[in-house]
């Protein structure tokens, strides 16, 4: 499997399901598990990829302001259900996190927990284990402080505060 394969998956499910997020999990497992088990491993593999490469101040910044606050735990669903929403949301929020006050806004399905685990099980259901994920020590780019959340992304703090 490779990278535009993973993202024709993600929104295949996102397509089937929209903003119904644990519908969104089923419809990925179903999907994983049709997969033969190195491409479920691949799969995986790409999936904490993706969550690796939105692992930046920037986007914990942005999240911070769409939720106001955003824990450690809190931005690992925020950026599951980010890569949920498929490749071009999931590429413009990277590049310019502030371009999220240009998606439709439902704090579930932008803060589920249960994304990610639906890529375990499906992995799981194939391959029998999942690959181990080897997690950043800390985010990519320069951390911020609150009082300049509202300076970087001024669009969203218009309108999420």
């Not at 606050?69 to 599951?80: I, P, Q, Y």
Request: charged letters at 30%; a negative charge; hydrophobic letters at 35%.
């Amino acid at each position: 499997m490779d990278e535009a394969q993973f993202w024709e998956l993600v929104q295949r499910a996102h397509d089937a399901a929209g903003d119904d997020m644990d519908q969104k999990g089923e419809v990925l497992k179903a999907e994983i598990g049709m997969l033969s088990k190195n491409d479920a491993n691949d799969f995986a593999s790409l999936f904490d990829t993706m969550m690796d490469r939105a692992y930046s101040y920037k986007l914990w910044g942005a999240a911070y302001i769409i939720h106001g606050g955003c824990s450690d735990d809190t931005f690992n669903d925020f950026r599951s259900s980010l890569i949920s929403r498929g490749r071009s949301c999931f590429e413009r929020a990277i590049a310019d996190p502030d371009s999220l006050a240009d998606e439709p806004f439902d704090e579930s399905a932008w803060f589920y927990e249960g994304y990610q685990y639906a890529v375990t099980a499906g992995v799981k259901a194939v391959a029998g284990s999942r690959p181990r994920r080897r997690h950043p020590d800390r985010p990519s780019g320069e951390d911020w402080v609150e009082d300049d959340l509202p300076e970087l992304f001024p669009r969203l703090n218009a309108k999420f505060t």
